[in-house]
């Protein structure tokens, strides 16, 4: 199978109008356009009854000593761990695009509560919940694709890896309000194929991805 991308290369970057926040003069970021990126999938095996989707970025600090603190930096050296930024299951076999900005468009606060883009598709929960957990205007649920927003002063760039998932099921098993770590479990066992793409993207003005 082969995964590409309209709107950034693999190893590229994503663009700014694909992520949560982007960097601004003053206050280090603003709320950007949050729209999905275009994906596009092919190379299929015979017998895949559905696709399953997920986009994780493994970078995510693992304390939050220095993160988004004024004359600190996020260290290099410091444990990372996965941040989920999307996960969809019960992809029809016949679909193999998603266009940028079907799935999302804008950020939602509190979270979509219905995302579409993705005809007769489930979209699961991102860590967008926890993190804006106990936030009196941003805390919810929230689910389907909300894009990159990586520490303003980490210092390192995250990447952000977007796999799909040919399966030999046409539904999976999985609850409402599923995460990522769900999906990836579900799928072992049904896997026929499976492609990934990856993007990077900082918040850093000291970091040049270009």
């Known amino acids: 199978m082969k995964l590409t991308s309209k709107t950034f290369s693999d190893g590229g970057v994503i663009p700014g109008r694909c992520a949560f926040a982007v960097k601004a003069p ?49 260290p290099l050296k410091l444990p990372r761990a996965r941040f989920f930024h999307w996960a969809v299951v019960d992809i029809a076999p016949t679909v193999t695009q998603i266009e940028e900005g079907a799935a999302s468009n804008g950020v939602t606060p509190r979270g979509k509560q219905q995302p579409g883009g993705i005809e007769g598709a489930r979209q699961g929960v991102n860590d967008y919940t926890g993190w804006f957990k106990g936030d009196a205007d941003m805390g919810g649920t929230y689910r389907g694709y909300d894009g990159p ?16 998932f040919a399966l030999d099921v046409e539904s999976l098993s999985v609850q409402a309000d599923f995460t990522a770590a769900d999906v ?21 003005p000291r970091i040049r991805l270009n």
């Open 149 to 164: 927003c990586p520490p303003w002063n980490d210092s390192v760039p995250h990447h952000y890896c977007f796999e799909v």
């Open 26 to 74: 003053k206050g280090h970021v603003r709320l950007s356009e949050n729209l999905n990126p275009e994906l596009t999938w092919s190379g299929a095996p015979a017998g895949t009854r559905s696709f399953a989707l997920v986009c994780i970025d493994p970078d995510a600090p693992t304390k939050p000593d220095d993160v988004n603190k004024e004359g600190r930096e996020v």
């Open 184 to 204: 990836l479990k579900a799928v072992e066992g049904h896997v026929l194929a499976s492609a990934s793409l990856t993007g990077r993207y900082s918040l850093n």
